[in-house]
């Protein structure tokens, strides 16, 4: 019970922190929405995939992986939020594991009240991007993969031809079940992970050991930390669910409209939630490490 | 070296600028995707008359037939202009003004008439708008003469068991069996006609399955054993041998020879996906 108040104690004093540092100091949204501007280009480019010029590079991909009919309108709108997903899944892994490293370099500075120079904290991170380009990588593969783990789990247990399990049919475990586990698997995957980088900057440390002292403080600090990576991630699902329900979207709506919810799915992810997970876990992060 | 390094990420932002710039234009050209988009707007017009075709109001059925008639004119040698075409009949139909329809459905029988699977299609909807109509002889003619005209054609294989299909639903035993009749006749020819052809595969498949209609099962197993002795080395018979085993089991109520032909099956096709049915099938059989 008192571990408890403790750890929600400290989230309040993280996120008193955390709004009085990006008050404070805009500048520390600076690696974010560069990461934003590259998922924006990104976006509008897969989103024009089936017109020329971009259809000679695109169409073969798209029909090899996921049938020809994606590559017609209003069909195409159907896989832009996976291909939007797996977009983000590459540049998170190339671009955005260099700028959460810069924007952790920024915080600790702010955090031990030096001047932010973008530049220096920039090369900081680039000095290290070995080191965060596999972290990320080992975070994203995993979480991928277990995902497609359960996934499949669950499709080869039906069509083996049970029609239910624990009480609930195919429908039920296919769409709001495994939408709930595939969220507690993104929600578990990055908080075990997600004090490697401020490790990997702050403390200078190698890759396994960074990431191994990253899970010793998870669970250490397990419920703020969940707290930390768990509550912005709530604000992510009404887009999910909107994109789930693609189909609808363009048969009531327009098909243009998925197009939309992914800008607003990037806004949401990249300029609200991403900020707030790395600067209030990196709070937390340098709080305990005073202490 | 800080210099640098703004210029660096100038130099980056102003290729990113430009690619995106790249894009959006991409998007503005008028090419199939952009074709698409138009038929799929004009479509979703079509739509709201084919839900409720009664509540539609006629000036609206014409501003939607003009819409698609201005992207036939636009876009005239695209499928999507074909589909068009056809849409503007079907809305007739539904809009209950068939003879608008018909005249549709000519016009496009004399635009693609090279094409013997477009005028099998227009030919059978003049059907349809008759048969709607109440007026069975006059579809009939249609459709018969889809079997002559158009016997190759999917929708001319498939009209004669669609003319018997017409009789089992009107409740007419006697013209569903004198029709099954001539439909296998009609498919005999077709099979001679072009021997040893996928088409002739078809027809035989289908007289069996006429058979199994007119509850002929002696005769059924012996056009799927023709089947299997003319094309056992050109396509899989593993269905066809299982189609045989059930009627032996179910109609027939021979066991012996419901055993041997799932024998068969398994020993020629181990990786069939019928081999699991066969064996339950199999096991039932020894429980009985």
Known sequence: ?291 | MSDNLENNMKRVFFTLILSCLFAVLAGCGNDQYAIEKQYWQAQKQAEKIFKNPHATPPRELERVVKLLNRFIEKHPKTNLALDAEFNIARLYIVKEEYDKARTQLRTILNKYAKSEAICSEAVFLIGNSYEIEDKWNLALEQYKKIMQVYPITLRGLDIPIYIAQHYKVKYQPDKMVSALEETIGHYRTLASRYPKSPLSLKAHTLVAECYIALKDWPNAISSFNTVIDNYKDKVKMDGILLDIAIIYNRELKDKVKTKETLEKLIKEYPKSQFVKTAQALLKELEKK
């Not at chain 1, 209003?74 to 899944?89: C, D, E, G, I, Y």
């Not at chain 1, 904290?121 to 783990?149: D, P, R």
């Not at chain 1, 699902?237 to 197009?259: A, D, T, W």
Request: with cysteine.
């Open chain 1, 1 to 291: 019970m008192d571990s408890q108040k403790t750890g929600i104690t400290s989230v309040k004093k993280v996120y008193n922190t955390t709004a009085k540092s990006l008050k404070e100091n805009p500048a520390l949204f600076v690696p974010f929405i560069i990461f934003a501007i590259f998922e924006f280009i990104s976006l509008i480019i897969i989103s024009l995939a089936p017109r020329m010029p971009l259809r000679l590079f695109f169409g073969p991909l798209i029909r090899t992986f996921w049938g020809e009919r994606f590559l017609h309108y209003p069909l195409n709108f159907l896989l832009l939020p996976k291909l939007a997903s797996l977009v983000r899944m590459g540049l998170t892994i190339i671009f955005g594991s260099l700028l959460t490293g810069m924007a952790v370099v920024i915080i600790c500075d702010i955090y031990n009240k030096k001047p932010i120079k973008l530049g220096a904290s920039f090369k900081s991170a680039l000095k290290k991007y070995i080191y965060l380009f596999t972290v990320v990588f080992i975070f994203t593969l995993l979480f991928y993969i277990l995902v497609k783990l359960v996934t499949i789990g669950l499709i080869k247990y039906f069509i083996a031809g049970h029609s239910r399990l624990l009480f609930l049919g195919a429908g039920v475990w296919m769409g709001p079940v495994l939408f709930v586990i595939n969220f507690l698997l993104a929600l578990l995957v990055q908080s075990a992970f997600i004090y490697a980088i401020p490790i990997l900057i702050i403390e200078k440390e190698k890759l396994i050991k960074s990431i191994i002292k990253s899970f010793v403080l998870f669970k250490k600090l397990f419920i703020p930390t969940i707290i930390l990576v768990g509550v912005p991630m709530l604000i992510y699902i009404p887009v999910l669910i909107l994109q789930y329900n693609g189909s609808f979207l363009i048969n009531r709506v327009f098909p243009e409209f998925v197009l939309f919810i992914s800008i607003l799915g990037i806004i949401i992810g990249s300029l609200v939630i991403d900020p707030i997970v790395t600067i209030s876990t990196t709070v937390l992060y340098l709080m305990n490490k005073e202490k």
